[in-house]
């Protein structure tokens, strides 16, 4: 198998065919979703939520990206790695907007980055995609903007919101994207939206008429006990399995259960005979 590749993306939407897309932040985990076959693997900037325990994205670096960026371009060999551009990383300046673009390709090993925001990111995308980057988009609930919105809401519920944002996914499909993620989006405009544009759509919260779908990773592997959102499907739920094998191997060890004999390694009498 090669590498997925943006034009493939562009294709499997000409041809109907869905895109599968997840997050993964560290390298056995890329492993596996590259090995189930996935087109996409993000490494999200959810990083900060589900990783580094921050109650939103806005405190992650570019610095923790590329650190997570490397570690799941070691695990991937045929999924599309995308670097998702953190909070203030594109907002100050065009050229600091490139630098850090290149960081992912260049220091990350990734093969396109994310950004957040429409028409008002169209220049910025614009140099990014002109130094040979593929960018992928990203609106709707963008975290990024979460004080902005006024907290964590549906996007484009009302006429004003849904101009706007067929309005971005059109401005961005003239800058040249490979493909726009639909955050929290009413199911009916996402599909809208989707036969409107010519690039894929991948969605999140946003109804089964997008062009592909993306879950953040440990939300579907039920890795965490605490809110799950609506949009979220857990096709595991390892938390409480988890939790159970760490409290049996506390019990274990205090009771002296483990380890057993086929724990141990062995060693010649003589050798302890000898030891005085
Ligand atoms: O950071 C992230 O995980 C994302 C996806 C949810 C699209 O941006
Ligand atoms: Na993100």
């Known amino acids: 198998m090669s590498r997925v590749t943006t034009t493939l993306l562009r294709e499997k939407k000409a041809r109907k ?99 957040e925001g429409g028409e008002e990111r169209v220049e910025t995308i614009k140099a990014v995609l002109d130094a040979q980057i593929p960018v992928m988009g990203h609106i709707g609930l963008t975290p990024q903007s979460v004080h902005q919105f006024g907290g964590f809401k549906v996007q484009g519920k009302d006429v004003e919101t849904a101009r706007k944002l067929v309005r971005d996914a059109k401005a961005l499909e003239a800058a040249g994207v490979f493909a726009i993620v639909l955050e929290c989006v009413p199911a009916a405009l996402a599909e809208r939206i989707t036969a409107e544009v010519s690039v894929p759509t991948i969605g999140i919260g946003a109804g089964p008429g997008c062009d592909g779908q993306v879950l953040v990773i440990n939300d579907m592997l039920g890795l965490y006990g605490g809110f799950t959102p609506k949009f979220v499907k857990k096709y595991a739920n390892l938390n409480p399995l988890i939790l159970e094998a760490l409290r049996q191997y506390k019990e274990e060890v205090e009771s002296g259960a483990f380890p057993a004999a086929e724990h141990c390694f062995a060693i010649n009498e003589e050798v302890l005979e000898k030891l005085y």
């Not at 693997?41 to 959810?46: H, N, P, R, Y």
């Not at 405190?59 to 909070?87: C, E, Q, W, Y």
């Open 17 to 115: 065919e869905k895109i599968t897309m997840l997050t993964a932040y560290d390298y056995s985990t890329a492993v596996m979703v590259d090995q189930a076959g996935i087109d996409v693997i993000l490494v999200g900037d959810s990083l900060g939520n589900v990783v580094l325990g921050y109650e939103t994205t806005l405190p992650v670096t570019m610095d923790d990206m590329i650190h997570h960026t490397r570690a799941v371009a070691r695990g991937t060999k045929n999924s599309l790695l995308v670097g998702d551009m953190p909070f203030l990383s594109y907002h100050i300046s065009i050229p600091e907007a490139v630098r850090n673009a290149g960081r992912f390709i260049q220091e990350g090993g990734a093969q396109a980055v994310k950004l």
